[in-house]
């Protein structure tokens, strides 16, 4: 039987900079970001030690330190976050990063605009 292991952070809440619009780089938005790492973590939760796992903290400080680099596009947000997980963590086999920015300036009322990405390590 295969066992596919998953950690989630769901709902980081972030204002941050990004954007087209001028005033977006000065006034922010309000911005959720969802993480989902891929891993092989069974030995961690048989032996309960922590080493052997992904520290969640960690995943949290990376979107944190890369929601605060002010960016034009969420989608190149969304990309450094994913690549810096997959890069900093040799248990993760794949992440998916999501950032929804929330009431974006455009026309009309829009509750979020969101995008997603997925990669796989090799």
């Known amino acids: 039987m295969k066992t596919i292991r998953l950690i989630r952070l769901n709902n980081i809440r972030i204002h941050a900079f990004h954007g087209a619009i001028p005033t977006e780089n000065v006034v922010g938005a309000d911005y959720i970001v969802n993480v989902e790492v891929k891993a092989d973590w069974g030995d961690a939760a048989k032996n309960d030690d ?6 969640y903290a ?4 990376i979107v944190r330190e890369e929601m605060h680099k002010q960016r034009v596009l969420i989608e190149t947000v ?3 976050i994913v690549d810096r997980i ?3 963590f040799t248990q993760a086999e794949e992440a ?4 929804a920015k929330l009431n974006p300036p455009m026309t009309g009322q829009v509750e979020s605009a969101e995008v997603i990405v997925r990669k ?3």
């Open 50 to 55: 922590l080493t052997k796992t992904i520290n």
């Open 78 to 80: 969304a990309e450094s």
């Open 96 to 99: 998916e990063v999501s950032v």
């Open 86 to 88: 997959l890069q900093s």
């Open 120 to 122: 796989v390590k090799d």
């Open 58 to 61: 960690e995943i949290n400080d």
